[in-house]
T-cell receptor
């Protein structure tokens, strides 16, 4: 079985400042890694994913995450946040070959202030 | 862009009553899922459904729960006799055939059992 730990439950940040959301996982097998975002009153949306290949993955709205196998981490970063990035962010992991069965972290609420 | 839609957005029911949560997955998707999030806890996998049968279910998905695809478009989750601890946000998800196809989540149904 796999599990995910998101170390920060709340992250307040000022607009245009950088942000990093930490995610660590544990698993006895190879995994896929995901970040989902939930904007207020909306569903979970896939932000980015790591399946294989380059350990640095990027989203279309400026987020990036790096898979670090030795540290079993998949931290999410953005160099400059906008007010519209205010949301809850979930890190998730699945076993390779079983990628629909996601194990989620508890979530990190990012609040961007002007 | 096609979306997974869930109805109702909020359902209040009395303990012991039956509830049916409804989902309309994206039309060309073949795999369907239910996840839930109890307030303050992690999003948890409940069940996966393919080809008109359950392909996998979690420990949470006991005999009180059932899923059905009654027609070509709807995917339902039924809780036969609700308990207070069933209060949660229930997310429906679907994905198309194909390797590593991402899950598309609905906006969720908040179930409150009183």
């Amino acid at each position: 079985a796999q599990s995910v730990t998101q170390l920060d439950s709340q992250v307040p940040v000022f607009e245009e400042a950088p942000v990093e959301l930490r995610c660590n996982y544990s698993s006895s097998v190879s995994v896929y890694l995901f970040w989902y975002v939930q904007y207020p009153n909306q569903g979970l949306q896939l932000l980015l994913k790591y399946l294989s290949g380059s350990t640095l993955v990027e989203s279309i709205n400026g987020f990036e995450a790096e898979f670090n196998k030795s540290q079993t981490s998949f931290h999410l970063r953005k160099p400059s946040v906008h007010i519209s990035d205010t949301a809850e962010y979930f890190c998730a992991v699945s076993e390779t070959g079983n990628d629909y069965k996601l194990s989620f972290g508890a979530g990190t609420t990012v609040t961007v202030r002007a | 862009e096609p979306e997974v839609t869930q109805t109702p957005s909020h359902q209040v029911t009395q303990m012991g009553q039956e509830v049916i949560l409804r989902c309309v997955p994206i039309s060309n998707h073949l795999y369907f899922y239910w996840y839930r999030q109890i307030l303050g806890q992690k999003v948890e996998f409940l069940v996966s459904f393919y080809n008109n049968e359950i392909s996998e279910k979690s420990e949470i998905f006991d005999d009180q729960f059932s899923v059905e695809r009654p027609d070509g478009s709807n995917f339902t989750l039924k809780i036969r006799s609700t308990k207070l601890e069933d209060s949660a946000m229930y997310f429906c998800a679907s994905n198309p055939p194909g390797y590593n196809s991402p899950l598309h989540f609905g906006n969720g149904t908040r179930l409150t059992v009183t």
